[in-house]
């Protein structure tokens, strides 16, 4: 079973569309991350849930909307896509006890035209 | 968090040991010393992480020096499946909180035959 899947693996879609991209971890995490990788491959966070509970929201647009039915599950719902939002968007998770660090997803790579 | 300095691009041969290094000189008292590599269109997979002590799993060994303002991971012996781009980051004690893991522009590490 893979740790932390995100779905689609791949996403073309037009400007102005509304697309979500779906993630679940299995690993029991209680802390669930994006994480945004654009052209020049930087890896920026975006935001993390704690138990469902929105913890770090970075300086991103309101057009993405990430939201958490339960601790297993962060969805990140993009409203009016714009060219620049092309990128690969990689979820990740973390135990909150100790520090293993984060176990990330294979991505969902975005291309809006 | 601390920032970290890491040399752009290094070349290793097959079965030789790849050893990349990191400088963290702001790094506070609580930063753990992360390792993360990403091979390409790949997620980024954790690799091995330490405070003090100098750490090794089967993936790699982590040496940090007594001051703590850098640090050394070692691919004992390397493969062509290790290239891969290595990034270091000085970061959180805990996670699940407002701690965030930072990523920099790593290492792109070329294992040649």
């Known amino acids: 079973d893979t740790a932390v899947s995100q779905t689609p693996k791949y996403l073309v879609t037009q400007m102005g569309n509304d697309k979500s991209i779906k993630c679940e971890q299995n690993l029991g995490h209680d802390t669930m991350y994006w994480y945004k990788q654009d052209s020049k491959k930087f890896l920026k966070i975006m935001f993390s849930?704690?138990?469902?509970?929105?913890?770090i929201n970075e300086t991103v647009p309101n057009r993405f909307s990430p939201k958490s039915p339960d601790k297993a599950h962060l969805n990140l719902h993009i409203n009016s896509l714009e060219l620049g939002d092309s990128a690969v968007y990689f979820c990740a998770s973390s135990p909150t006890d100790g520090n293993y660090g984060y176990t990330f997803g294979s991505g969902t790579r975005l291309t809006v035209v | 968090d601390a920032k970290t300095t890491q040399p752009t691009s290094m070349d290793c041969a097959e079965g030789r040991a790849a050893n990349l290094p990191c400088n963290h000189s702001t790094i506070s008292g609580n930063e753990y010393v992360y390792w993360y590599r990403q091979i390409h269109s790949q997620g980024p997979q954790y690799i091995i992480h330490?405070?003090?002590n100098n750490e090794t799993n089967e993936m790699a060994s982590l040496i940090i020096t007594e001051d703590r303002k850098s640090s050394t991971l070692i691919l004992p012996h390397a493969t062509l499946r290790d290239t891969a781009v290595y990034y270091c980051?000085?970061?959180?004690?805990?996670?699940?909180?407002?701690?965030?893991?930072?990523f920099g522009k790593g290492t792109k590490l070329t294992v040649n035959p």
């Open positions: 980051i000085a970061g959180p004690s805990t996670q699940g909180g407002s701690e965030k893991l930072v």
């Open positions: 849930y704690n138990n469902k509970e929105l913890i």
């Open positions: 330490g405070l003090k």
